[in-house]
């Protein structure tokens, strides 16, 4: 297995803000990071799951059938 080399990051890196959040600051706005505005969108789910529902809900019944036709 390969040796994993770590990155070394310097001090003024960590410590030095992002030009987002100083023009933010400077402006006297609030930053909103791009993680909480652009989250996943999970509304096609519900119907998704319903959908699945209602297909194996149809095919139990057409076994329960079969089963008393054969």
């Known amino acids: 297995m390969a040796k994993k080399n770590k ?3 310097s001090k003024e890196t960590l410590l ?3 030009p987002a959040v100083e023009s933010a600051a400077i402006s006297g706005r609030s930053v909103r990071t ?3 505005d652009a989250g996943p969108d ?3 789910v519900a119907s998704d799951l319903r959908r699945i ?3 194996a809900g149809s ?3 057409v076994l329960v059938v079969l089963s008393f036709i054969l």
């Open 7 to 9: 990155r070394q990051v």
């Open 16 to 18: 030095s803000p992002s």
């Open 34 to 36: 791009a993680e909480r």
């Open 42 to 44: 999970y509304s096609y």
């Open 53 to 55: 529902g209602v297909i």
């Open 59 to 61: 095919l139990l019944v």
